[in-house]
């Protein structure tokens, strides 16, 4: 331990001299916020443009009756900006929004009041024009629907009073209404599945696996730039001719290259949260308002410690596959195109757990994912809260630290200056011959 503890003071140190490996620390607090600012004020600018002037529409009313101008007075009232066109041509009113800064046309075709007063359906026409594709088109296509959604609500309610006054409209409109329970760890929750796990999808769900696959790339490419770098510089091999044992080297890589991914795991953290704080600070327009308090089932302490344990393993795995990478690259432009190999067992599983259920998949591919440690940290993550930890996942962490011990003894055989220096000389002569071919 004496002789580990300068080796990882080096490692952290000659790391965090690097101005290379600022770029990846400093970059996700940097453009995660802009990101959600950008997103934030284009967002709500749209929604004060909606607040201020109202959402604009254009009417033709070619029925010219008072249940048509009701129709109208009913849009005005829940506060669309209506303006009427006199044209019954529809073309021509479509080639007037073209000039003005309205989207949508409604058209009230004649025999709409007799279709009304009769019990009949009655037809509206919306021609919605697309002058730009973004989120504000979508919305003020949604607040038109709402509009329309509740006129038919509101001339419903007047055909069960009219016919029968002393029946509750809602009651015909609802008659059975829906009380639903989710039961968590034998716990009765009073909430509709889901709002739970639309809820859990986007907190644990999501952010939790991305924050674990980007905390593994990161460690990965931090010891695969590092060794590079010091192969590059030569440095590597004057290090492995001292008195100082390969596993000790090794060690002092692994560790110093964690201590620094955790820094920069702790910067994206933080450019996360100011993401998502900028991204869902503006005021949400909804036709129904809903807010739903939730007790979110704790995890136990177990848990946590599997957790911790699960991704330490998992970022020693990454870490030494960069080792390894590094130390067979001559120079850091190798490195880095050699490096995405390493993302690839380490998001699968991500996706995997992020859109699918691994129960649901075929055996050959279950065995893939869970033969590979990085998968193990968002299986536990994805069900701590919910349920106990699945056999498998209890024990493929024995599995996962004995298959890390196995990579990290191999990468410590394979630091030797005559065996990286054999190595190195065949991937640079195997890259010559692919170019010779092209």
Do not use: H
């Not at 607090?29 to 959600?36: H, K, N, S, V």
């Not at 600070?281 to 909804?286: C, D, G, L, V, Y």
């Not at 065995?367 to 056999?391: D, G, H, N, T, V």
């Amino acid at each position: 331990m004496g002789s580990l503890y300068p080796l990882v003071e080096k490692e952290v140190k000659d790391l965090l001299r690097d101005p290379r490996i600022y770029i990846g620390l400093l970059a996700p607090i940097l453009i995660m916020p802009i990101i959600g600012l950008a997103i934030s004020a284009a967002m709500q600018s749209s929604i004060e443009t909606i607040s201020r002037e109202g959402v604009k529409v254009a009417v033709i009313d070619l029925d010219g009756t008072a249940t048509s101008r009701e129709f109208i007075d009913f849009m005005r009232s829940l506060g669309l900006n209506v303006s009427e066109f006199s044209s019954v041509d529809v073309e021509d009113g479509i080639e007037k929004l073209k000039d003005i800064d309205v989207r949508i046309l409604i058209v009230v075709p004649n025999g709409f009041e007799s279709n009304v007063t009769s019990f009949r359906k009655a037809q509206v026409n919306v021609y919605f024009v697309v002058k730009t594709m973004g989120l504000s088109s979508v919305g003020i296509f949604s607040i038109i629907e709402n509009v329309l959604n509740a006129y038919s609500r509101a001339l419903v309610e007047s055909f069960i009073s009219s016919t029968s006054p002393e029946v509750n409209p809602d009651d015909v409109l609802k008659p059975l209404t829906t009380i639903s329970y989710t039961v968590v760890k034998n716990r009765i929750i009073k909430v509709s599945p889901s709002i739970l796990f639309n809820q859990f999808f986007m907190g644990s769900g999501i952010i939790v696996p991305l924050v674990l696959m980007l905390v593994s790339i990161t460690v990965a490419q931090i010891a695969a730039t590092a060794t590079a770098v010091e192969n590059e510089e030569k440095t590597l091999e004057t290090l492995l001719t001292l008195p100082i044992g390969r596993y000790s080297i090794l060690m002092g890589k692994l560790i110093g290259s964690t201590v620094v991914a955790m820094l920069g795991t702790i910067l994206f953290i933080i450019g996360l949260t100011v993401y998502f704080q900028s991204l869902f600070s503006f005021p949400i327009m909804a036709g129904e308002g809903l807010t739903v308090s939730l007790e979110f089932p704790t995890a136990s302490f177990e848990s946590y410690i599997m957790l911790f344990v699960s991704l330490l393993i998992a970022i020693f795995f990454a870490t030494s596959l960069g080792v390894i990478i590094g130390a067979l690259s001559s120079d850091v432009r190798i490195s880095g195109s050699l490096v995405g190999f390493v993302q690839i067992p380490i998001m699968i599983p991500m996706f995997i757990v992020m859109y699918g259920d691994i129960g649901s998949l075929p055996l050959a591919l279950q065995l893939f994912i869970y033969a590979l440690p990085p998968s193990y940290p968002m299986l536990i993550a994805q069900s701590m809260f919910f349920s106990e930890l699945p056999l498998e996942v209890l024990l493929g962490i024995p599995y996962s630290a004995i298959f890390t011990i196995l990579l990290i003894y191999l990468t410590s055989k394979l630091l030797a200056p005559e065996k990286l220096l054999s190595l190195q000389y065949k991937l640079s002569m195997r890259k010559m011959k692919g170019r010779a071919t092209l």
